[in-house]
């Protein structure tokens, strides 16, 4: 219900970022409007628009008094949440994105996490889905990277644990994902941090600033439950636009890594294993998921011939780069096309060394692979629709 007394401060403020959402915003701030948890401010900022968007969310500042708009042009991403962030009042912060569904208790329970475990950031499972018109009915998909069990200590469905950097038994950038918009964070705690996202990055922005503030929180509390409905698939979203910017990703690699190199010792010789798988992870994603063939190509060029070195994958023997089970294979599969592709590569003169002696485990790439799991491979990628192999 709208507050009685605008003037008041809210316990928690909302801040909402959108650019041209309009076909799904109103979905996305009536799931906020109807939170079981009323004691709330949401700052939309309206980034740009040339849609619904713009005055969708004038229609709820009317009708309701805690939600406030900010129009600005041409911010990008990350200049748009931190203009959000410089509008917190509250004594916590949400960031979220303005084609997203929330469900009705994500800030009741949030809020009362991370007030119980006096945490910096409380967090939470997702799920994802895609809009399906011809059926009338969407598509949804669990999300087991967005919260990585096998990283944190047994939790019971439903309930909370509390971890930090420093007692998480697993990997915490394996354990969860550099978006922002899953967490709750306590105000005061990026204020004293000075935690922002970097404008300099037209993608891969959201990751530099949510890594750095799990790593320096203190208390991270964890809500086993799926309390927000992550939409994939929109053309217009910012993880399509890579291509633009195809080397952002790296850039974020090393902006992490540079902040990892001002922690304490301790900390950081901690982390350092963790990360560098976790780059790698990554970088191996970005290259993969590249849509356009010449770009996907040229990235994996620069892998080959170690111009990504903040990877360092040429400083460490290649067994160190084995905490991803498949790390290996994809890595050798991108080199091995690379070499298809142009015939004067060599995939074997990539930083790792010679490919047939990479530590595979159980993970065999396609280059090795023996002629009954290429078959049921190609089997398996024609049900897919993937018809190059």
């Known amino acids: 219900m709208p507050s009685s007394n605008p003037n008041r401060q809210a316990q928690i403020d909302v801040i909402v970022t959108a650019h041209n959402v309009g076909p799904y915003f109103s979905e996305c701030l009536n799931s906020l409007a109807h939170q ?10 309206e980034n740009g628009s040339n849609d619904a968007t713009g005055p969708i969310a004038d ?12 129009h600005r042009e041409a911010l990008g991403p990350a200049g748009a949440r931190n203009l959000g962030l410089e509008k917190v009042e509250a004594p916590y912060a949400m960031l979220l994105d303005g084609d997203d569904v929330f469900r009705p208790t994500l800030l009741a329970r949030l809020h009362t996490a991370i007030e119980a475990y006096e945490a910096d950031i409380a967090l939470c499972d997702i799920i994802q889905f895609e809009e399906r018109p011809w059926r009338r009915k969407r598509k949804y998909v669990k999300a087991p990277w967005a919260l990585k069990r096998s990283q944190l200590d047994a939790m019971q469905p439903g309930g909370a644990i509390v971890t930090s950097q420093r007692n998480i038994p697993g990997n915490i950038f394996a354990a969860f994902m550099g978006w922002p918009w899953d967490k709750l964070y306590r105000a005061s705690f990026l204020q004293k941090h000075a935690l922002k996202f970097p404008t300099s990055l037209s993608n891969s922005e959201d990751m ?16 086993d439950q799926v309390l927000i409905e992550h939409r994939v698939g929109r053309a217009e979203s910012v993880s399509n636009s890579r291509m633009e910017h195809p080397l952002d990703f790296y850039a974020a690699i090393c902006m992490v890594k540079s902040f990892l190199d001002t922690l ?8 350092k294993k963790d990360f560098l798988n976790w780059a790698l992870d990554w970088t191996l994603w970005n290259i993969e998921n590249m849509n356009h ?25 290649a067994a160190y780069f084995t905490e991803y089970p498949r790390s290996m294979a994809r890595y050798t599969d991108l080199l091995t096309e690379l070499e298809k592709a142009d015939g004067a590569v060599d995939a074997n003169a990539g930083p790792l060394g010679q490919l047939d002696l990479l530590p595979f485990g159980s993970a065999t790439p396609w280059r090795f692979a023996g002629l009954p799991q290429k078959t049921l491979e190609w089997i398996l990628r024609r049900m897919r629709g993937e018809t190059e192999l």
């Open 264 to 271: 304490p010792e301790c900390d950081r010789n901690r982390l």
């Open 293 to 317: 063939e010449p770009t996907r190509l040229e990235l994996s060029r620069a892998l080959l011939n170690g111009q990504l070195a903040e990877l360092e994958l040429a400083d460490h023997p």
């Open 36 to 45: 079981t948890f009323a004691d709330f401010r949401v700052i939309v900022i």
């Open 208 to 223: 530099p600033f949510t890594y750095q503030a799990l790593v320096l929180a203190q208390r991270i509390a964890i809500v």
């Open 59 to 70: 229609a709820f500042a009317r009708q309701d008094d805690r939600f406030n708009v900010i």
